[in-house]
């Protein structure tokens, strides 16, 4: 059974930092590409981060959280983080992992739009930025 969890979401002053977690189970996470996406209300979903399996390398980042947002994963964990420094209001938003099978042609392979190809998506965190 595929589950994706992400958690570590909560509130934080402008500035601030948190890390989400993304727990995966059920399938052969080392081979997936994992994306981070986010709805804030009354908006469309984004695509924030991805990475791709860990023999070829890759992140990419939305222009808006480049430079302060780092992606990484633990194979031997089945974790994905997303570090994300200097929060700004306009972050705030509910933020889901999600994960590409190999087998179809969506993966990591630039910045993530929306990550409408991924497969596998876990339940949200809110991320709420407020002074």
């Known amino acids: 059974d595929v589950q994706l969890q992400a958690f570590g979401g909560g509130l934080v002053q402008p500035g601030g930092s948190l890390r989400l977690s993304c727990a995966a189970s059920?399938?052969?996470?080392?081979?997936?590409?994992i994306g981070w996406a986010r709805q804030a209300p009354g908006k469309e979903r984004e695509g924030v981060s991805c990475?791709?399996?860990?023999?070829?390398?890759?992140?990419f980042y939305r222009d808006s959280v480049e430079g302060r947002f780092t992606i990484s994963r633990d194979d031997a964990k089945n974790m994905v983080y997303l570090q994300m420094n200097n929060l700004e209001p306009e972050d705030t938003a509910v933020y889901y992992c999600?994960?590409?099978?190999?087998?179809?042609?969506?993966?990591?392979?630039?910045?993530?739009?929306?990550?409408?190809?991924?497969?596998?998506w876990g339940q949200g965190t809110q991320v709420t930025v407020s002074s």
């Open positions: 999600a994960a590409a099978d190999p087998r179809s042609h969506y993966g990591c392979y630039g910045p993530p739009a929306r990550l409408g190809g991924y497969s596998h």
């Open positions: 059920g399938f052969a996470f080392d081979e997936y590409a």
């Open positions: 990475i791709s399996k860990s023999s070829s390398g890759r992140k």
